[in-house]
């Protein structure tokens, strides 16, 4: 059975930086072929994915975050790192981190943690 | 950047079919995912790859993709099926892309 669960602060405060972690369980990053994903959802609104992390250690980042994101992985410990710097009130969300499934050109998402909501409030 | 766009809204009685769109250039040359979002809930993936589903998901959903438009259809809707839906595309410009979601009530 694949879990993943989002762990992180509650608050931040507008230009700090946003450290979460995604424990997961049922599969390994050491893996071939195994992805982890994070992806944000503002109250209300739509998803974003965020930042996408391989077994082979490749990184891809969204596009016009990709200054402010990091992400990594332990696979001694089953986790998945984002670091999210210079944190505004428009990035208050909740954080979602979700395995990551690859087939024929196109990615899907097919485990999802519970998530955890980041408020950016001073 | 690739955008999809969905209808803020659908509504359906019981029991009879529904009907979800997503719409996106040449939507067709890519394979989309439908996912489910429960008030208070997190995702859940119900079709992947335009047409397939998962393990546990019932058989009422179903999807569909050519030319512009993705659909994700629920025959036989319930009660239960209530909820937030969002459709999901690869593009190498973006490079994951979701809908803005639609919000399906069960009337």
């Known amino acids: 059975q694949v879990t993943l669960k989002e762990s992180g602060p509650a608050l931040v405060k507008p230009t700090q930086t946003l450290t979460l972690t995604c424990t997961f369980s049922?599969?390994?990053?050491?893996?071939?072929?195994?992805?982890v994903s994070w992806i944000r959802q503002p109250p209300g609104k739509a998803l974003e994915w965020l930042a996408r992390?391989?077994?082979?250690?490749?990184?891809f980042y969204r596009g016009y975050l990709r200054t402010r994101l990091t992400i990594s992985k332990d696979t001694s410990k089953n986790q998945v790192v984002l670091t999210m710097t210079n944190m505004n009130p428009v990035d208050t969300a909740t954080y979602y981190c979700?395995?990551?499934?690859?087939?024929?050109?196109?990615?899907?998402?097919?485990?999802w943690g519970q998530g955890t909501l980041v408020t950016v409030s001073s | 950047s690739y955008d999809l766009t969905q209808p803020p809204s659908v509504s359906v009685s019981p029991g009879q079919t529904a009907s979800i769109t997503c719409s996106g250039d040449?939507?067709?040359?890519?394979?989309v995912s439908w996912y489910q979002q429960k008030p208070g809930q997190s995702p859940l993936l119900v079709i992947y790859?335009?047409?397939k589903r998962p393990s546990g998901i019932p058989e009422r959903f179903s999807g569909s993709n050519s030319g512009n438009t993705a659909t994700l259809t629920i025959s036989g809707t319930q009660a239960m099926d209530e909820a937030d839906y969002y459709c999901?595309?690869?593009?190498?410009?973006?490079?994951?892309?979701f809908g803005g979601g639609t919000k399906l009530t069960v009337l």
């Open positions: 040449k939507l067709g040359d890519k394979y």
């Open positions: 790859q335009d047409g």
């Open positions: 992390i391989d077994w082979d250690n490749d990184k």
């Open positions: 999901q595309a690869w593009d190498t410009s973006t490079p994951v892309v």
């Open positions: 979700a395995r990551t499934d690859y087939d024929s050109g196109t990615y899907w998402f097919d485990s």
């Open positions: 049922g599969f390994s990053l050491n893996t071939s072929r195994m992805r």
